[in-house]
T-cell receptor, first 113, second 113 residues
Framework: DADVTQTPRNRITKTGKRIMLECSQTKGHDRMYWYRQDPGLGLRLIYYSFDVKDINKGEISDGYSVSRQAQAKFSLSLESAIPNQTALYFC????????????FGEGSWLTVV | AQSVTQLDSQVPVFEEAPVELRCNYSSSVSVYLFWYVQYPNQGLQLLLKYLSGSTLVKGINGFEAEFNKSQTSFHLRKPSVHISDTAEYFCAVGSGGYNKLIFGAGTRLAVHP
């Protein structure tokens, strides 16, 4: 089983709909992240959380929100999806003992039509 | 602010040939440097990382990278590539005590028989 699990892995949604991407981890890490990957742009940080009570905006947080329900769970929401949010989304984790290494989930493909 | 530039978006190479994927970074503080690999339809996997110490870092699958502070570079090399090395490679930079990485746009390595 994967240490960082994302659901759903693929989703097609309509413009204006609310969509939630969920992430859970079994690594016991306190830090969790949401990244977005677009061709030619690499990965860009949307939000990050260093513990359950800590939420921080990343480079591209507009149009997104997050919730850290527990140390192991971090969800990303698009309140009103738009087509340019079509992308591959990655959840990731780390902790202060992981040598600054970030561990990624397998990604969630989101298509907004 | 930190940034990462991967100088080649695509690198075609024949099997068993050597390869170098170039990465330059900018930062006003001490940095940590990483190379991640993404195989088709998968998440990102850590290849190697530089935190401190020896500037030549060896990673998995026969890859290595050299940290050059004066040239602000962290190029990835492999002396002899295999078909299975076909993937996208991402360079990333982080700093300070927080695991917040900035990624480059990626280099797509295509190994041909």
């Amino acid at each position: 089983d994967a240490d960082v699990t994302q659901t759903p892995r693929n989703r097609i949604t309509k413009t204006g709909k609310r969509i939630m991407l969920e992430c859970s981890q079994t690594k016991g890490h306190d830090r969790m992240y949401w990244y977005r990957q677009d061709p030619g742009l690499g990965l860009r940080l949307i939000y990050y959380s260093f513990d359950v009570k800590d939420i921080n905006k990343g480079e591209i947080s507009d149009g997104y929100s997050v919730s850290r329900q527990a140390q192991a769970k971090f969800s990303l929401s698009l309140e009103s999806a738009i087509p340019n949010q079509t992308a591959l989304y990655f959840c990731a984790t780390s902790d202060s003992y992981s040598g600054n290494t970030i561990y990624f989930g397998e990604g969630s493909w989101l298509t907004v039509v | 602010a930190q940034s990462v530039t991967q100088l080649d978006s695509q690198v075609p190479v024949f099997e068993e040939a050597p390869v170098e994927l170039r990465c330059n970074y900018s930062s006003s503080v001490s940095v940590y440097l990483f190379w991640y690999v993404q195989y088709p339809n998968q998440g990102l996997q850590l290849l190697l990382k530089y935190l401190s110490g020896s500037t030549l870092v060896k990673g998995i699958n026969g890859f290595e990278a050299e940290f050059n502070k004066s040239q602000t570079s962290f190029h990835l090399r492999k002396p002899s590539v295999h078909i299975s090395d076909t993937a996208e490679y991402f360079c990333a930079v982080g700093s300070g005590g927080y695991n917040k990485l900035i990624f480059g746009a990626g280099t797509r390595l295509a190994v041909h028989p």
